[in-house]
């Protein structure tokens, strides 16, 4: 058999090596930085990379006393199931449309509160709406659902009460399914619109004062200033942060719908969440509820490198 030419294997063999020793040089000479970094990477490899091994149940009929080793496999039937299953379009529309109402509005509200919240001039004002638009945020769903169903009593709540004074009867905003989608969004508007607005007023506070007084020399207003300079330096943030939107398009959260959820407003607010707790964990349909979790992961990631290519060829901005 002939020799491999060591003339030609040589120069490509040392070009491995010499990349290689570059590569433990710099981790060596970033060492403190790799060491920090390492309950970060531990976290996420075992409590959100080992769990994804569990998502083979999905295609078998797991058994709880026979394991993943023992349990019987059975391809795509779990799949076929749930696209069969009588409900599963209008669970999977309730998802789309919320997930739908919280682009529209949860993300853009953030933006708009950024931009105002820039525009005031007195500090301890500023400080003080932060700190109001921010403080929902620490409170639990469980609360949040509390407060609400409070306002919204169609006896006592406040809501009731100023429609009362128009000689408007009481609703039963929780009772009725043309409601529910409201509340739920608007929920969740409240309780985090204030946080959202973190990264967008860290993103403002590095623009350039000197764009703003050179416009002002050229006798741009505010909102022609907002216009060719604010929104412009916002727009890599806004792309960014809306492309991790898109990633959770699909995972509107159990735990904010199912605190609302009873059995008058169900048919719209059931969600593929709140459908995978109750089939598996109440139903122990460990498999069947493994696949429906499978199917979210995959469209959240397919939607995410949609939206991704677009963006990178719109606006060259992309999260990979």
């Known amino acids: 058999m002939a020799e491999p030419n060591k003339a030609a294997v040589s120069p490509i063999l040392d070009g491995r090596l010499d990349k290689r020793r570059k590569l433990l040089g710099f981790m060596w000479k970033y060492r403190a930085l790799y060491f920090i970094s390492l309950p970060g990477l531990l976290f996420f490899a075992l409590f959100k990379y080992v769990p994804l ?31 069969q299953h009588y409900d599963f379009l209008k669970i999977l529309r309730n998802t789309l449309l919320l997930g739908t109402y919280d682009i529209l509005f949860a993300f853009t509200a953030p933006i708009v ?44 709540g406040i809501v009731n009460v100023v429609l ?30 204030g946080w959202g607005t973190i990264i967008y007023l860290a993103a403002l506070a590095g623009i350039n004062p000197d764009l703003y ?60 969440d709140t459908y995978i707790y109750k089939a598996g964990l109440q139903q122990l349909q460990y498999s069947y509820a493994t696949a429906i979790g499978v199917f979210k992961s995959v469209v959240g990631l397919f939607l995410i490198a949609i939206a991704n290519t677009i963006s990178k060829k719109a606006t060259g901005e992309s999260l990979y």
């Open 213 to 272: 007084e050179a416009s002002e020399i050229d006798g741009a207003g505010r909102w022609r200033q907002t216009l060719s300079i604010t929104l412009p330096a916002l727009l890599p943030v806004i792309t960014i942060l809306f492309l991790l939107k898109i990633g959770d398009f699909m995972d509107y959260g159990f735990e904010r719908v199912f605190v609302f959820q009873n059995p008058l407003n169900i048919q719209s607010s059931e969600i593929l």
């Open 53 to 83: 091994m569990g998502s083979v149940i999905a295609f078998q009929n797991y058994n709880l006393f026979a394991g993943v080793t023992g349990s019987p496999w059975v391809g795509l039937e779990h799949f076929g199931r749930m696209f």
């Open 164 to 193: 009362g004074w128009f000689g408007i009867e009481p609703i039963y905003f929780l009772g009725e399914d043309s409601y529910i989608r409201t509340v739920l969004v608007g929920s969740g508007l409240w309780r985090d619109v």
């Open 113 to 156: 509160l950024a931009l105002l919240l820039n525009e005031v001039r007195q500090v301890v004002y500023k400080k003080i709406v932060q700190t109001i638009f921010y403080a929902p945020h620490f409170l639990s769903w469980v609360i949040v659902s509390g407060i609400f169903v409070g306002i919204l009593s169609p006896s006592s």
